[in-house]
């Protein structure tokens, strides 16, 4: 289990550290009603959030918007904030890094009445104390010009056969992500690959099929650029990808396609931390950021990460589309990514599993 107690050094530390006064280096919209100051990771997500919402809500509501970068160590300062009772934030994203604050009793408890009045969001983007913002997805990306002739892969099953589909491959330097795309080469159904990875018996399986596909993984990628870059560079021919990266290899001139059949559906959430002087300004937020169908269109159009609103993308032009995982039937061919599973001791043990089996 994760502790929630941190030292008043250690508060302090964290508080005082140069990670934090650069993530307090802002932009601000000066206005006279209520005020919010949302974290969110930096680069091209932080500058559509600033653009797009933050001014958006300036707008109708005149509040005073800042816009700070969320640092790596964002779990560690939430949690020293919420400790310290030091807010520097008042909303935060809820990503793979910072999960675990949903389950530490870090966030305020959100009020759907405000947030989605007009139940229009899916139950699986409502949680007790974060919304769902942005979908992602891991999927399986082919270059095209590098297929034998009349072939083209349509599952993970397909990337393990290197007899049909012969070349350089790449996987993430993960075991999250890569462990459940193993069982489903094997056989598992896309719905019960954390059943199966919570047995020891089935932790062995994925690393025997683990074992079959390691000799031709000529890159193991750490970030979304690497992956595109072993892509670009021929390095790899295929590769798991985060489907906001296809765009780029697309601009490049480099003949993609994705294979959504077997990915893995990831979610982002905003949460309000807890002990906000700010919850009625926050709520605001988050009801247009994951309501809000027009400025949605218009955020995808530069990050293909969409929210999870029907019907929200359907006048965006095809190519568009097919990049999303929310368009059908993508989010009934991919299965949604458990990340409570890879922060539990059990998934731990296998990340470290995973990292010893990279050295042999």
């Known amino acids: 289990m994760l502790k929630t107690e941190l030292s ?13 006064v650069a993530a307090t280096n802002e932009i601000a919209f000066a206005q006279d009603k209520g005020e919010l100051t949302v974290a969110i990771p930096g680069g091209v997500v932080k500058d559509m959030e600033t653009e797009i919402y933050a001014k958006a809500l300036i707008a109708e509501k005149g509040y005073k918007v800042t816009v700070v970068n969320q640092p790596d160590a964002a779990l560690e300062q939430l949690r020293a904030q ?19 604050a949903m389950q530490l009793e870090l966030l305020e408890p959100i009020d759907y009445s405000i947030v989605d ?50 070349g350089p491959r790449a996987m993430r330097k993960t075991s999250n992500h890569t462990l459940e795309f193993a069982l489903i080469a094997d056989g598992v159904s896309k719905n019960d690959v954390y059943n199966v990875l919570a047995t020891s018996e089935g932790v062995d399986r994925a690393f025997a099929k683990m074992d079959q596909i390691k000799p031709h993984i000529n890159v193991w990628w750490e970030n979304g650029a690497q992956a595109v870059q072993a892509m670009s560079d021929g390095e790899a021919f295929f590769s798991p990808m985060f489907n906001g990266r296809l765009q780029k290899l697309t601009d490049s ?7 959504w059949e077997g990915g893995a559906f990831h979610s982002t959430y905003h949460g ?14 988050l009801h247009m950021r994951a309501t809000n169908a027009d400025l949605a269109a218009k955020y995808v159009q530069t990050v293909p990460y969409p929210a999870a609103i029907a019907g929200a993308y359907d006048k965006l032009p ?32 296998i990340r470290e599993r995973f990292l010893e089996w990279l050295l042999v």
């Open 117 to 166: 009045p007009k139940n229009i969001l899916p139950d699986y983007a409502k949680k007790p104390n974060a919304v769902l913002v942005l979908a992602w997805a891991t999927a399986l990306t082919q270059r095209t010009d590098k297929l034998p002739q009349g072939k083209e892969m349509k599952s993970w099953a397909d990337f393990w056969d290197v007899t049909t589909f012969p």
């Open 318 to 349: 095809a190519s568009l589309q097919e990049l999303l995982p929310t368009t059908p039937p993508h989010p009934d061919i991919t299965f949604i990514s458990n990340e409570a599973f890879w922060y539990s001791e059990q998934g731990t043990a």
């Open 8 to 20: 008043r050094r250690s508060v302090l530390a964290i508080l005082g550290s140069a990670g934090v």
């Open 272 to 285: 309000i931390l807890k002990g906000s002087k700010h919850v009625k300004e926050a709520h605001d937020w």
């Open 253 to 259: 001139g480099i003949p993609t396609k994705i294979v």
């Open 82 to 100: 919420v400790d310290s009772g030091r807010l520097l934030w008042d909303v935060t994203e809820i990503n793979s890094i910072t999960f675990p």
